[in-house]
């Protein structure tokens, strides 16, 4: 869904792009997002490097275009292009302008090497922030790809550990110093790795920890075939996963009420657990062995496995636990689509106050000069 004529363009590349999509200064730029955080932060990071245009955000995006009764475009797939050498030469003067304002700092390979081998005793990230398809097509040894816009507006889902060290990396110097003078703004240490510096090949990073599933429960595909009995799967995925496709027969369980909810399986035959790769399933065996008296087995490579194995999968849909592990979104088809996408902007404008109750948030506000 997007406002007529709306392009697509990732939050975190909005000043990479900016110059190719928008050549003219004439232009006014309106950014939206379905609510308001990205649209706020997007024109927020425009304003913040100084483009020449007018630039606003659209209030409450496409969720208040839908409240105020008017037609959303659908299945959409314009975006804003990848920027020229030119485009993306001007865009690297304004996020460096903007970055050093801020207070982001750069380092060489030297200092990162350094970093690397403090890492045993201060946590370090590596984040390529650029967009996905780049980040497949080669990147640093050692980075995980954290797309700018996601990383600063989700960033636990990359970083677990309060004051850590992040250092960015991208090719074009822009994205990485956008991206870094966000989250310096909300309180992480954060390097940009300086594009002209050479990334060195090898670095001292930890290993992450090993864990090892248990081998006592554990069946294969072909030992799965081989079950006689009345045998129930249980799949341990996400709801959204399961619903999209799932082995046949397979009833939904929520992890934290697994223990409350296997005891209502049906049968008295095996329970066998999947998850996708049935890391989740084997990682919660001894689990459920212990809430049920019925053998509790888990299937060795999941439902990735099965697919593998060329078995097909249905959608029907089982619940054995409620599917209310994933937040439904207020334009994602609920019965009171209307009220939900009001309450869901009630909550947004309540943030602020929310923040000046927490005793831990680290935010500061960089203003422009002038």
């Keep these: 869904m997007s406002i007529p004529r709306g392009r697509s363009c990732p939050g975190g590349e909005l000043l990479y792009r900016f ?27 425009l304003v913040n490097a100084g483009v020449p245009n007018k630039v606003v955000a659209l209030r409450n995006g496409t969720i208040g275009w839908t409240l105020e009764g008017l037609a959303l475009d ?9 920027p020229s050498p030119d485009a993306t030469r ?6 460096t302008a903007w970055a050093g304002h801020v207070g982001v700092q750069l380092i060489d390979g030297t200092q990162l090497k350094q970093f690397a081998a403090e890492s045993e005793e201060r ?9 996905p398809e780049e980040y497949a097509a080669g990147h640093p040894s050692g980075y995980s790809n954290a797309p700018g816009g996601q990383l600063v507006q989700a960033t636990d889902e990359w970083v677990g550990v309060r004051g850590a060290r992040i250092v960015l990396y991208d090719t074009d110097g822009v994205r990485a110093r956008m991206t870094g003078s966000w989250l310096l703004q909300l309180g992480w240490e954060v390097y940009v790795f300086d594009e002209q510096s050479a990334v060195p090949d090898s670095l001292p990073i930890p290993e992450s920890p090993n864990w090892d599933p248990p081998t006592s429960g554990s ?23 399961y619903s999209k496709g799932h082995i046949p ?21 095996s329970i066998i657990l999947t998850s996708p790769d049935g890391i989740i399933a084997a990682g919660n065996v001894e689990y459920a062995r212990k809430a049920v008296s019925r053998e509790v087995l888990y299937l060795v490579g999941g439902t990735a496995a099965w697919v593998a194995g060329g078995h097909p999968l249905e959608t029907e849909r089982r619940w054995l636990s409620e599917p209310t592990d994933v937040y439904k979104r207020p334009y994602e088809g609920t019965d009171n689509a209307r009220k939900a996408m009001q309450g869901y902007l009630e909550w947004e404008y309540g943030l602020v106050a929310q923040l000046a109750n927490d005793g831990i948030a680290g935010f500061h506000v960089v203003r422009r000069r002038g």
């Design 219 to 241: 069946i294969t595909i072909d030992e799965f075939h081989a079950l006689s009995g009345e045998n129930t799967i249980v799949d341990l995925a996400r709801s959204p996963t």
């Design 90 to 95: 001007r865009a690297k003067e304004y996020a």
């Design 74 to 82: 659908q299945k959409r797939t314009e975006r804003a292009p990848r």
């Design 123 to 131: 946590t370090l990230y590596l984040l390529d922030v650029r967009d």
């Design 249 to 269: 027969g397979a009833w939904f369980a929520s992890g934290p009420e697994l223990a409350r909810d296997l005891k209502t399986v049906p049968g008295d035959g």
């Design 19 to 45: 110059f190719e999509a928008v050549p003219s200064p004439e232009t006014t730029v309106v950014v939206n997002c379905a609510g308001r955080t990205r649209s706020i932060v997007g024109t927020q990071s």
